[in-house]
C-alpha cells in the first residue's frame, strides 16, 4: 500500500494536526491529484482549519500571503506537483523579503519516479532555493515504520510554525511525496483527532536590546538633532511606542504609509506625512540635515526619501531591526548604518525611554521646522489638487482616504499607486490599516494579496491598484464570489504602464517608448470583472468619487471602480503639484529663518 493508506493517513493526519497546534488556522488549497492526501486530510469532518480552495497556484500563493500578514499568523498551502509548486515561487519570494509567514507543502512524486521523465514530475527539492527559511524533503510513509513517521511528521509541522514565525519571520517549504493509490475506501473516515503526543515548539520571544546597545545609543542620541524613519513593516511597527520616544527625544517621524505610522489613535504631533515633498527641497533638506536617525522597517516607499537618506554620510543611522543577525534579515539597502541593534522596535523604544532623561529632548525649533515644513507642503499640495479640473491620480488617494471608516484595511498597488499613497495619503486619527506587497515589489498577486486580506479583515477592505497590475492577477478575483467574501477595488487606469512615463525613456527614446515601456493594452477592463461577477462603475476623482468608493465599501461581494487617467498628463500634474508643495516648503524654510 501507498501513501494513502490508513499509515499514510495517519502520518499526514499527525502533520496537520501539528501545524494546527503550532498556530496555524488558514489552509489554501489548489486542486490536483497528487497532494489528495493533504486535500482529503485538511477538509475532513473535524478539520480544525478554515479551508480555502483557489484555482491558481500563483494568485493562490498571495492570497494565503493576504491572509498570513492580515493576522500574522502562519498561513498553510498546498498544491499538486510539477509546475504547481514553482507556482507558489513568487509568492514565496515576497513572504521571504515581507517577513509574511506561509508554509508550503508542495506534493511530489516518490524517490523513485523523479529525474526519469515520469510525467508532472520536475526537481522540487530546493525548488524555492534562499526564498524559504527552511525547507525538508519528507520521507514515503511506510506501514513498518508508522510510529516514527508519525512522531517525525508531528515534529516537522512544529518546527515548521515556529520557524516561519520567528524573527524575521517568512516562508518554510515541506517537500511531500506519495505513492499511488492515493486514496482508498479508508481515506475519508479517519478522524482528525488522532491519539498523536503533542508536538509544541516555543517560538522565541520578541528581542529586546542589550543594556550596553542600549547605554551606547543614549549616548548617541541624548541633546542631538535626529529623525526617526519608519520604514514598511508587513505587521506594522509600535506606533505610540515610536510616538513616545519621538516626544521625548524632540525628533520628527518620517512615517511610511506601510510602517503603521500615518493611520491609528497614537499621537500625530511628529509624524511627518509630507516627506516625500520635503526631500524634494534643498531649501529644507540642508537646515534639515540630523546629527542621528533612528530606523525601523524596510527601505522607505519614496525615492527622494532614501536617496537623501543615503546622501546623509556625517550622519550616524542607527538601525534596529529584530533580525539584524539572522540570514536574511539584514535591511541597509544603502549601506547606511554606522550601528545595527538587534531589537524588537517596541522593546527597543521602551528600554530607550527608560535610558535616556530630560537633558535627552532636543531643542525644541528643531522639530518645529520640519512640522511647519510638512504642514506647509500638506497644504499646498491639498490646494494645487483642488483646484485641478481634470483626472489626476494623487487625488484618488484623498478620494480614497475619505472613504475609509475605523477598522478598514487598504492594500496598495505597486508602482504608482503605492507612490501616490505614500506622496498624498494623509495623516488620520482613525485605525485604518495600509499594507502592501514592498518585500519585492512586483506588480504580480496584488488582487489575491487583497483578497486574501479581505477574507479575514474584520472590517471593509479596498485595494487601490493600476491597469497592468490589474490584468497581472485577474484570476486574483476568482475567491471573492467563491467564499463570498467583499472587497472595494480602485482601479486606477491609464492605459499601460504609468509609472515608466516618469522616467527618462519617455523623453530619450520617444519613438520606441510607446511600445516597449508604454505598453497600451487597449482593453475593456469591465468585462473581466463580469466574469467574475462583480460590479463595475466609472468615475470621475473628487467628492462624488470619494461617497462612491464609501458605499460600495458597505456592500457585500466586488465593486470594482474605474478611474481613468492619462499617462503623459499624470507626469505634467504630478510635477505641477510638487513644484507647487516644493515653493511653498521653501518659503516656509525662509520665514522660519527669519
Not at 178 to 191: C, I, N
Not at 212 to 229: F, K, L, P, Q, T
Request: hydrophobic share 45%.
Amino acid at each position: 500500500m501507498g501513501w494513502m493508506a490508513q499509515p499514510a493517513d495517519r502520518t499526514v493526519h499527525a502533520l496537520l494536526q501539528s501545524l494546527h497546534q503550532n498556530g496555524v488556522r488558514h489552509f489554501v488549497i489548489a486542486p490536483g491529484s497528487r497532494n489528495t492526501p493533504i486535500t482529503i486530510a485538511a477538509t475532513s469532518p473535524g478539520s480544525p482549519f478554515k479551508v480555502w480552495l483557489h484555482l491558481d497556484e500563483r494568485s493562490a500563493g498571495y492570497f494565503a500571503l493576504g491572509i498570513a500578514r492580515q493576522t500574522g499568523e502562519p498561513v498553510a498551502l498546498a498544491c499538486t506537483s510539477g509546475t504547481a509548486a514553482a507556482n507558489f515561487l513568487p509568492a514565496a519570494v515576497e513572504a521571504r523579503l515581507s517577513r509574511v509567514p506561509l508554509i508550503f507543502l508542495t506534493a511530489d512524486r516518490p524517490p523513485e519516479a523523479r529525474d526519469l521523465g515520469t510525467a508532472q514530475t520536475v526537481d522540487q527539492v530546493g525548488i524555492f532555493s534562499t526564498h524559504v527559511k527552511w525547507a525538508v524533503d519528507l520521507p514515503v510513509a511506510d506501514a513498518g515504520a508508522l510510529a516514527d513517521l508519525e512522531r517525525y511528521a508531528a515534529a516537522t509541522g512544529a518546527r515548521a510554525a515556529a520557524v516561519s514565525c520567528e524573527a524575521p519571520a517568512g516562508p518554510v517549504h515541506l517537500n511531500i511525496p506519495f505513492r499511488e493509490p492515493l486514496v482508498d475506501a479508508d481515506s475519508e473516515t479517519l478522524p482528525f483527532d488522532l491519539d498523536t503526543p503533542e508536538m509544541r515548539r516555543a517560538i522565541a520571544a520578541p528581542a529586546a536590546p542589550t543594556p550596553n546597545d542600549i547605554a551606547r545609543v543614549a549616548s548617541v542620541v541624548s541633546g542631538r538633532r535626529g529623525v526617526i524613519v519608519c520604514g514598511p513593516e508587513s505587521s506594522g511597527l509600535p506606533a505610540a511606542a515610536i510616538a513616545a520616544l519621538a516626544k521625548v527625544l524632540g525628533w520628527p517621524i518620517i512615517a511610511d504609509p506601510l510602517s503603521g505610522m500615518r493611520a491609528g489613535h497614537h499621537s500625530f504631533d511628529a509624524v511627518i506625512d509630507r516627506a516625500d515633498v520635503l526631500a524634494r527641497v534643498t531649501a529644507f533638506t540642508e537646515p534639515a540635515t540630523p546629527e542621528v536617525t533612528i530606523r525601523f522597517g524596510a527601505q522607505p516607499t519614496s525615492k527622494p526619501v532614501f536617496t537623501w537618506l543615503a546622501s546623509l554620510t556625517a550622519t550616524t543611522q542607527i538601525l534596529v531591526d529584530p533580525a539584524v543577525a539572522a540570514s536574511g534579515g539584514w535591511r541597509d539597502p544603502d549601506l547606511r548604518s554606522s550601528l545595527a541593534v538587534a531589537a524588537d522596535p517596541g522593546a527597543f523604544c521602551s528600554a530607550l525611554l527608560e535610558a535616556l532623561d530630560a537633558r535627552s529632548s532636543a531643542r525644541p525649533e528643531w522639530l518645529a521646522l520640519w512640522c511647519d515644513a510638512n504642514a506647509a507642503a500638506r497644504t499646498a499640495l491639498d490646494d494645487a489638487i483642488a483646484n485641478l479640473d481634470e483626472p489626476f491620480e494623487g487625488q484618488v488617494v484623498l478620494d480614497i482616504a475619505g472613504a475609509l471608516t475605523e477598522g478598514a484595511t487598504l492594500v496598495a498597488g505597486n508602482s504608482m499607486p503605492v507612490r501616490d499613497i505614500d506622496s498624498f495619503f494623509p495623516n488620520m486619527d482613525r485605525a485604518v490599516r495600509i499594507v502592501g506587497t514592498r518585500g519585492a515589489s512586483g506588480i504580480d498577486g496584488v488582487i489575491s494579496g487583497a483578497a486574501g486580506a479581505a477574507a479575514v479583515a474584520g472590517g471593509p477592505v479596498a485595494l487601490m491598484i493600476g491597469d497592468l497590475s490589474f490584468l497581472h492577477d485577474v484570476n486574483g478575483l476568482w475567491p471573492i464570489r467563491r467564499h463570498d467574501l467583499s472587497l472595494t477595488v480602485v482601479l486606477v487606469n491609464n492605459d499601460g504602464g504609468g509609472i515608466f512615463s516618469f522616467l527618462p525613456q519617455r523623453t530619450s527614446m520617444p519613438a520606441r517608448f510607446e511600445e516597449w515601456w508604454g505598453t497600451p493594452h487597449g482593453l475593456d477592463l469591465r468585462h473581466a470583472v463580469a466574469l467574475h461577477g462583480g460590479r463595475h462603475a466609472l468615475l470621475e476623482p473628487g467628492a462624488a468619487a470619494s461617497a462612491a468608493i464609501g458605499d460600495a465599501l458597505q456592500r457585500p461581494g466586488l465593486d470594482v471602480l474605474e478611474i481613468r487617467t492619462d499617462r503623459d498628463r499624470n507626469v505634467a500634474l504630478h510635477q505641477q503639484v510638487w513644484a507647487r508643495a516644493a515653493e511653498a516648503v521653501r518659503l516656509a524654510v525662509v520665514a522660519a529663518r527669519a
